[in-house]
């Protein structure tokens, strides 16, 4: 069974960048067809997709969030990574690395909250 779990700082400073890390478990990210996302829910908004990378090693990101955004993944810690630079006060929420397969999003992570202090 395939489990995602999350890391990485909870409070991070206005202009800094943020980093996380997902770590994979019970499979591996270069398993075929598999996507790994990150996903993030501002407080009392919806969830928001940041971007993804395919299990080939192709990134895509949100075109609103790309210019600050770079996903990579280091298979031999079968792991992914999301870095957000020049971070604000709106970037603070929930973010979630997901895992998508046959077009649906099929194993979350637990989230973790990341609050962008000014």
């Known amino acids: 069974q395939v489990q995602l779990q999350e890391s990485g700082p909870g409070l991070v400073s206005s202009s800094q960048t943020l980093s996380l890390t997902c770590t994979v478990s019970?499979?591996?990210?270069?398993?075929?067809?598999?996507?790994w996302n990150w996903i993030r829910q501002p407080p009392g908004k919806g969830l928001e997709w940041i971007g993804s990378?395919?299990?080939?090693?192709?990134?895509r990101y949100s075109p609103t969030l790309k210019s600050r955004t770079q996903i990579s993944s280091d298979t031999s810690k079968n792991q992914f990574t999301l870095q957000l630079r020049s971070v604000t006060p709106e970037d603070t929420g929930v973010y979630f690395c997901?895992?998508?397969?046959?077009?649906?999003?099929?194993?979350w992570g637990q989230g973790t909250q990341v609050t962008v202090s000014s």
């Open positions: 997901v895992r998508d397969r046959d077009w649906a999003y099929d194993v």
């Open positions: 990378i395919h299990y080939s090693g192709t990134a």
């Open positions: 019970g499979g591996f990210i270069t398993a075929n067809g598999c996507g």
